[in-house]
């Protein structure tokens, strides 16, 4: 499970600092998330939108 660390910790890996985005077993992320150390990052890119642009071309002389 994908979480964010809102505190710094030491792993066996090395340190790890805030706002670090790990990977960590369910069981560990759900404590840490109750402990307010870390915060779930939803796996999956952000949703696109269909946006027209307002980008106006210009002639040139």
Do not use: C, H, W, Y
Not at 2 to 17: F, N, Y
Not at 35 to 48: F, I, M, N, Y
């Amino acid at each position: 499970m994908k979480i964010k660390l809102e505190v710094a910790r030491a792993s066996i890996d090395g340190p790890q600092d805030r706002f670090d985005v790990i990977d960590v077993p369910e069981d560990e992320a759900r404590r840490m998330i109750e402990a307010g150390q870390a915060t779930l990052v939803r796996d999956g890119k952000a949703k696109e939108k269909a946006v027209k642009r307002n980008k106006q071309e210009i002639a040139v002389k």
